[in-house]
């Protein structure tokens, strides 16, 4: 179908999303083709992964998420940021840096173990998402709706709690299908659970997620992890234009921004791929461990822990406090880590190098998304 049905509303003024779990959506020849150009650049970023060590991976979900939910208004400094991602506390925004990034991990791993969603996987992704943050209920579906105001003033009403389980239900058959063209089935999927609000927090991390997690089932993304949110973050204002569009019965706006930043993210993540894989060579030339050293076991642990405390140091390393912290002083001044707290007590380590790039990833994307004045983003811990 060319014409995609609006929302309606009811009585009160909530949302009344259609069912989509049977229908079709013919984009225009243009869309196609920007579509095509994105799975093509997706695949050449997949496959670029696939020969990659396993720190790559961590690594894309941890800029994915610090762009999601920098989205969503959540921002941290980097040594905040570090601190939880070494499970050492933080502010708040930080922890919740840090949980964007497992209600990832979670959706891709149930995608992973069963090739399919299920309303499951969505309220297991938002327990983890929000279980840290004293939100009742969490994974529970929302008991009211989530407008400021009153159904009257609200620029939308989504739709009445006891429709949500349903409507759920219905965009899990939407996400499982296979006929329908991937780009266009990850975008029309987003939105819809975007005007579903099924959750009292946390919808628009979950969102993005399903996004990735999408591209994944579809075995278009097997191994990489494409940093979508990066691209959103640069057309914030598009990006919720579209979401508005595809209320109003148009998909074609949310189904191009996310072919160009899947298209965008993919490219500059390739580069970032290709220094990633690199590090650990560069570090051990820097670092000249003796094989089997507690140096070179920090090295390895940093390319797949890339900020650590003193215990998870010690861990690592396999011996005592003192060969551990003689190895961390070889790391640091190599320039390889540093200490990001500058306390004495509870002190944290980063690698420099993957703080680096996380944070010039996000730089290039914005660029190449056309992005306005980019406000200093959190490094997001590698």
Not at 145 to 166: F, I, K, N, W
Not at 243 to 258: E, K, M, N, T, Y
Request: hydrophobic share 45%; with cysteine; glycine share 10%.
């Amino acid at each position: 179908m060319e014409v995609w049905p609006a929302h309606r509303f009811d009585d009160d003024g909530a949302a009344l999303p259609p069912s989509i779990a049977e229908l079709d959506y013919a984009p225009s020849l243009r869309t196609v083709g920007t579509c095509e150009s994105a799975l093509i650049a997706v695949a050449q970023a997949d496959a670029d992964a696939a020969g990659s060590r396993g720190a790559l991976a961590p690594f894309m979900i941890r800029c994915e998420s610090a762009a999601s939910a920098r989205i969503d208004g959540i921002r941290a400094e980097g040594a905040e940021y570090a601190q939880a991602v070494a499970g050492l506390g933080g502010i708040d925004n930080a922890r919740g840096m840090v949980a964007t990034g497992s209600a990832l991990a979670g959706l891709l791993d149930g995608v992973d173990a069963r090739g399919a969603f299920t309303v499951d996987d969505l309220r297991s992704a938002h327990a983890l998402l929000v279980g840290a943050e004293a939100t009742p209920d969490p994974g529970g579906m929302r008991r009211t709706d989530t407008a400021t105001g009153s159904a009257a003033d609200a620029l939308y009403v989504p739709p009445a709690p006891d429709r949500v389980p349903a409507l759920l239900d219905d965009l899990v058959a939407f996400l499982n299908r296979d006929d329908v063209p991937v780009i266009v089935q990850a975008a029309i999927a987003h939105a819809q659970f975007a005007s579903i609000r099924p959750f009292a927090g946390g919808n628009g991390r979950i969102g993005r997620a399903l996004l990735v997690a999408s591209l994944r089932r579809r075995g278009v993304s097997s191994h990489a992890v494409v940093p979508l949110a990066c691209g959103l973050a640069a057309r914030q204002e598009e990006y919720m234009e579209s979401l508005v569009a595809f209320r109003d019965g148009d998909p074609s706006p949310i189904i191009v921004l996310v072919a160009t930043c899947a298209r965008v993210a993919a490219t500059e993540s390739r580069i970032t791929a290709a220094r990633v894989k690199a590090l650990p060579d560069e570090w051990r030339a820097a670092v000249k461990p003796r094989r089997g050293s507690a140096a070179a076991a920090l090295l390895s642990a940093f390319a797949e822990h890339p900020a650590m405390g003193a215990a998870e140091l010690e861990r690592h390393c396999g011996a005592g406090r003192a060969r551990a912290y003689q190895a961390v002083e070889r790391l640091v001044s190599a320039g390889v880590i540093h200490e990001v707290t500058g306390r004495k007590r509870g002190r944290v380590w980063a690698a420099t190098d993957l703080l680096a790039e996380s944070d010039d990833l996000d730089r290039r994307i914005h660029a190449a998304m056309g992005g306005g004045r980019r406000e200093s983003a959190p490094h997001p811990a590698g």
